[in-house]
């Protein structure tokens, strides 16, 4: 979850696991039922297991969680979205048995009093509607005027038809991610995971000049996204600094289904840029960028296939790289 720090305090993600767990073990869930979940859940993380819920929190069974969990630990908004959206991911797998009398109801209850202008908790009433008011949520999702970045990609990662939202919602992601972005790349590169992966499948069939932001978002993990490309003029003029549009480029080049990978040449290449970019920063980089770069560095300390003529990271960076300030240095 250290990709994802923009939703530190709007949602436990903690919790979240820990009840998604508890639920998928309780419920027996096979493969097919667990990859449902974690392509919908933006903070799935599947380390959490289903004995958190009694070891981390006293509670025997899901319906005790929900009629006790403000007693003993309160109810912070954050803990209150967390439990919502955990029993809406996992909703196709809750049976009667999880609960006793009323507790359900109970909770739901809670959650429709509070879900007013709230999006997370809207986006929870969505995942949790029958057939017959999914509708309505969905429309609510989508007519929403959203404020925040992280608000707008989050509310389109329940919906489960990413082209449909992504059009629907074009201007306002467009604003966003542009001019209006509320979030910073370091430490949220998960979320543009999320994004250029589900935009990919659809990018070749999107027409008109309102799609080049997300056009130079999906060339990302295909191609080397330098100074004087056209990805990187256009993600320049949206506000995305260099050393920005390095670490995704990088990050999406290595992780994304379809992107380079890491032994290709051109990936070197964009390590090497990265390297350039961060070293040449004016200001102290983030402590994460520097874990980051310091696994990165001793990856790539020996290149597979010579890069620049160079058969090593720290060969191909002895030109053209000046250090600007000393926490880089060191």
């Known amino acids: 979850m250290s ?48 004995d958190s819920l009694q070891d981390k929190y006293g509670f025997l069974y899901l319906g ?53 202008g709230d999006i997370y908790l809207t986006a929870a009433r969505y995942l949790l509607a029958d057939e017959k008011d999914a509708g309505r949520w969905e429309r609510t999702l989508l ?11 989050f509310a389109m990662s329940v919906l489960p ?7 629907a919602l074009r201007p306002q992601l467009n604003a966003l991610l542009g001019a209006g972005r509320t979030l910073p790349v370091i430490g949220n590169m998960r979320l543009f995971d999320w994004l250029i992966s589900h935009a990919l499948p659809h990018i070749k069939t ?37 050393f920005e549009t390095a670490c995704l480029n990088t990050r999406a080049a290595l992780t994304l289904e379809g992107g380079l990978g890491p032994d290709s040449l051109v990936t070197e290449k964009i390590v090497v840029g990265l390297f350039k970019t961060a070293l040449g920063q004016q200001d102290p980089l983030p402590e994460e960028a520097c874990q980051s770069l310091e696994r990165l560095f001793y990856k790539y300390s020996r290149f597979r296939i010579k890069c620049y003529g160079c058969g090593t990271l720290p060969d191909a960076l002895k030109e053209d790289v000046q250090i600007q300030e000393p926490v880089s240095f060191a």
Request: with cysteine; net charge neutral; charged share 25%.
């Open 206 to 242: 999107m027409r008109g000049k309102d799609t080049a932001l997300l056009r130079a978002l999906c060339a990302l993990p295909e191609s080397y996204v330098k100074p004087g490309s056209r990805p990187w003029g256009v993600l320049e003029s949206q506000g995305y600094t260099a």
């Open 3 to 50: 990709q994802l720090k923009i939703y530190e305090g709007e949602v436990n993600a903690g919790l979240l696991n820990d009840i998604v767990a508890f639920v998928l073990e309780t419920a027996g869930a096979g493969h097919p039922q667990r990859q449902l979940v974690r392509g919908r859940c933006l903070f799935y993380d599947n380390a959490s297991s289903g």
């Open 143 to 153: 007519g929403t005027r959203y404020r925040k970045t992280e608000e707008l990609l």
């Open 161 to 167: 038809d990413f082209a449909r939202a992504e059009q």
């Open 64 to 116: 005790e969680l929900l009629e006790r969990y403000e007693a003993r630990f309160g109810m912070a908004l954050c803990d209150l979205r967390a439990i919502a959206l955990a029993l809406g991911y996992t909703m196709e797998l809750l049976t009667d048995e999880m609960f006793v009398g009323s507790q359900r109801g109970d909770f739901l209850r809670k959650v429709r009093q509070q879900s007013q």
